[in-house]
């Protein structure tokens, strides 16, 4: 069973750098890894994922040219890295897992298709 837990989150000001991670519980081979955030009140937004070899990458418009998706499946990990934080980034960043979501259409955008979270890590960003 794929458990995950997400890690680097904190409080950080406008501009600033944060790395973010997500460890597997098993060698993730096969699975497309993805990131997402929510706030309170509101529905879990897509960030960006990342397919099971690593070669093929995707992001929320909101999070292109400032983020970084990456993955290492012998180290059983997953970091996102995003640049230029403004207060509205400020969210719960969770970390998802699935076999079978694919690229095709738009489906990996949507929580629902995702199988397996993680608990969230809290991304506070000050202004």
């Not at 259409?105 to 949507?110: D, H, I, R, V």
Request: net charge neutral; charged share 15%.
């Amino acid at each position: 069973q794929m458990q995950l837990t997400e890690s680097g989150g904190g409080l950080v000001q406008a501009g600033d750098s944060l790395r973010l991670s997500c460890l597997t519980s098993i060698r993730p081979f096969s699975f497309i890894l993805g990131w997402f955030r929510q706030v309170p009140g509101k529905e879990r937004e897509f960030v960006a994922a990342i397919s099971w070899r690593g070669d093929s990458t995707y992001y929320a418009d909101s999070m292109k040219g400032r983020s970084t998706i990456s993955r290492d499946n012998t180290n059983n990990s997953m970091v996102l890295h995003v640049t230029s934080l403004k207060p509205e980034d400020t969210a719960v960043y969770y970390c998802a897992a699935d076999k079978s979501v694919g690229f095709g259409g738009l489906g990996y955008t949507q929580p629902q298709s995702w199988d397996f979270w993680g608990l969230g890590t809290q991304v506070t960003v000050s202004s």
